[in-house]
T-cell receptor
Framework: DAGVTQSPTHLIKTRGQQVTLRCSPKSGHDTVSWYQQALGQGPQFIFQYYEEEERQRGNFPDRFSGHQFPNYSSELNVNALLLGDSALYLC??????????????FGAGTRLSVL | AQTVTQSQPEMSVQEAETVTLSCTYDTSESDYYLFWYKQPPSRQMILVIRQEAYKQQNATENRFSVNFQKAAKSFSLKISDSQLGDAAMYFCAYTLSPGTYKYIFGTGTRLKVLA
């Protein structure tokens, strides 16, 4: 049973560019959440997708957008990259909005470096 | 706003000994979940243990147990018989119950296990 998979594992971009990160949820899961983890910090919630709609959003600007596909996979897009966007981006999946005991399963993340 | 605080940036423990990691949180809600996640160098967050706020009994998972003090808003993790494989970053996390996966994480505690 494949867990949460993310691609790519590492990405280098320059300021002003746009980036797309991808996530495939754990088998049987239909809800995907994205987190940003800056170096030395805990993850911060970006947004959550369920039934192809953004259901909750954290305190992130509109430069951060997402999408969920019918097969439940998801993309995180960041436009007009800033140096401060350099971080590990984690995807987490779960089952349903209410979830099973509110447990999320995390992928290994995409390390984004903005130069 | 809910916050999670981990006041110990780094802890060390001898192999086979016991260590306790601290976590405090702030919320005005009465029903919520608390988690401890482990993040090894592979970057993937792994669930260690979970506590439902309405349960008085402290959660236990093999060598891992928590001391949940709801009135004090404290949620510490005790690791018994520490093993080299326990070395990792440990994050305390909070989420409202039910129906949301918006986790709020602390800044983490790096645990070193000495042979």
């Amino acid at each position: 049973d494949a867990g949460v998979t993310q691609s790519p594992t590492h990405l280098i971009k320059t300021r002003g560019q746009q980036v797309t990160l991808r996530c495939s949820p754990k088998s049987g899961h239909d809800t995907v959440s994205w987190y940003q983890q800056a170096l030395g910090q805990g993850p911060q919630f970006i947004f959550q997708y369920y039934e192809e709609e953004e259901r909750q959003r954290g305190n992130f600007p509109d430069r951060f957008s997402g999408h969920q596909f019918p097969n439940y996979s998801s993309e995180l897009n960041v436009n007009a990259l800033l140096l401060g966007d350099s971080a590990l981006y984690l995807c987490a999946s779960s089952s349903g909005l209410a979830g099973v005991k509110n447990i999320q399963y995390f992928g290994a993340g995409t390390r984004l470096s903005v130069l | 706003a809910q916050t999670v605080t981990q006041s110990q940036p780094e802890m060390s423990v001898q192999e086979a000994e016991t260590v306790t990691l601290s976590c405090t949180y702030d919320t005005s809600e009465s029903d919520y979940y608390l988690f401890w996640y482990k993040q090894p160098p592979s970057r993937q967050m792994i669930l260690v243990i979970r506590q439902e706020a309405y349960k008085q009994q402290n959660a236990t998972e093999n060598r891992f147990s928590v001391n949940f003090q709801k009135a004090a808003k404290s949620f510490s993790l005790k690791i018994s018989d520490s093993q080299l494989g326990d070395a990792a970053m440990y994050f305390c996390a909070y989420t409202l119950s039910p129906g949301t996966y918006k986790y709020i994480f602390g800044t983490g505690t790096r645990l070193k296990v000495l042979a």
